[in-house]
């Protein structure tokens, strides 16, 4: 059973940066790509950043350079460095986790993380 563990997160002031990492266990590190989630309040929950177990990432058009994700295999943890965050990235961040090895029995399966809350404010 795969378990993704969150860590970072906080309050910081508009322009400021933060570093979300999220910890992966119980599972086979390189099936599964890796993408970051936020869902601010009245807002539905939208995916920001995402990365493939062949390290290709792509972004959320709003995120605009800013964010950057990136994957550790000796570690098995990914990262999100957010940078000249704004108010309006306000939001409860999830990691998650889907499996896309075809020939796993567990192809197409998803495990999120607990959430770690990001506020913007000054």
């Known amino acids: 059973q795969v378990q993704l563990v969150q860590s970072g997160g906080g309050l910081v002031q508009p322009g400021g940066s933060l570093r979300l990492s999220c910890t992966f266990s119980g599972g086979i590190w390189n099936y599964y790509d890796m993408t970051w989630y936020r869902q601010a309040p009245g807002h539905q929950r939208e995916r920001v950043a995402s990365i493939t177990v062949g390290g290709i990432a792509t972004y959320l058009d709003a995120i605009q350079a800013r964010f950057h994700i990136s994957r550790d295999g000796a570690k098995k943890m990914v990262h999100l460095q957010m940078n000249n965050l704004l108010p309006e990235d306000t939001a409860v961040y999830y990691c998650?986790?889907?499996?896309?090895?075809?020939?796993?029995?567990?192809?197409?399966?998803?495990?999120w993380g607990e959430g770690t809350l990001v506020t913007v404010s000054s």
């Open positions: 998650n986790a889907q499996n896309k090895y075809r020939q796993s029995p567990e192809y197409g399966k998803e495990y």
